[in-house]
């Protein structure tokens, strides 16, 4: 059925991506994020149309429903009390290093523990924002808000604006908009060369031939500083409980910093932390950075299901890392399943990979350093074909 959303773009929740899939099939991101048939009751109907018969469109649809019927969405409450006591406790072994102690070196390993505490909560973020949590965004998004921004640091609502778009059209480009898939997008480097028409000056030029040495030191120091400022000075709404919320970070932040002893400290302390999160930031981007990337015509002609299987590589890692890697090591059921939590992804893939095999679809899933390893060979080749005049 087609409908009729030109009301409707201004007051979607997921903001205007919905523009994006005008007289396009949106069938499997609308179910993907949970989507119920009586969300369209207010629409206007336009007319029908027949989709178009894909066997493996409907072989992970079928599967979609086997994994709601066996219970992979429903929220697992202890594992969320659990989580968040595991962020609380490593905020109290911060707040006693820090508050307790005098030794430097203690005061170093408390900077290490707050990167570990920044990281967790912008896991569970990840979560809330998913509406993983309480299955109701209302009430999703102060959770959000408060391990996001109170706890992480970072605006979670800006946060979730680019992260509707990175989920719906992951790695996409088109041109002609000036659109690339947000979360994707850096002024250092270029990941694919469907991205060059992006990259104009000269400095930009030597930046992308270099960008294999550049990649890991940019990621680590410069990595948490650029999502914190980048959240509030690219939010597109002026979001007062956001500013509220990282007033709140600074302030608990900053009476902590002030039981240090002198000023040299309390700038290597913050600085460790940003550092060793920067760390962090690597499971997430090798996800994607040698991967699949299409332009915005090219994608809607592709199945949604597979487009997201060959746009993602998994991190293979034992079960008991899972903690480390939020479960996004999982990154492919991640993305074909964005409503389901973190402690179910590993047992779905048990599902997905056998149906990847089945349909000849590359279902790619390497260790963290040989991941990171194939990014930089990727990086390599992508800035040593880059040139400022693509004729």
Known sequence: MWYDVTDFISKHPGGPIIEKFIGKDATAIFYAYGHKNWVLKQAKSVGRYIRRDDAIDRAFEKLRDELTDKGFFITDRTFYVKKISFIAFLFAIVWLLVTQFSSWYLHMVAAVVLAFFWQQSGFV????????VVKDFSKDRYGGMFFGTVCFGISAHWWRDE?????ALTNVVDVGTRFIDPQMWEAA?????????FFQTHLQYWAIKVQHFTFVPCVMFIGRLEIVLDSFVLQKEGRWEEWVGWALHW???????????????TITF???????QGIFHF?????????????LTDFHEMSWYQYQVESNMNIECPWWQDWYYGGLQFHIEHHLFPRMSRNKLREAAKYVRPLCE?????????EFTTALTKTLKHLKVTGSHFKLDPR
Do not use: R
């Open 163 to 167: 992260h509707i778009f990175h989920h």
């Open 270 to 276: 913050y600085m460790v932390a940003s550092f060793v």
């Open 189 to 197: 480097w270029a990941q694919n060369k469907k991205m060059f028409p």
């Open 251 to 265: 302030i608990w932040l900053s009476f902590m910093l002030s039981f240090l002893p002198t000023w040299q400290e």
């Open 283 to 295: 499971q997430l981007i090798l996800s994607h950075y040698c991967k699949l990337f299409a332009h």
């Open 358 to 366: 089945e349909f000849g679809i590359d279902y790619d899933q390497c």
């Open 125 to 132: 973020m990840h979560e809330f924002m998913h509406t993983q």
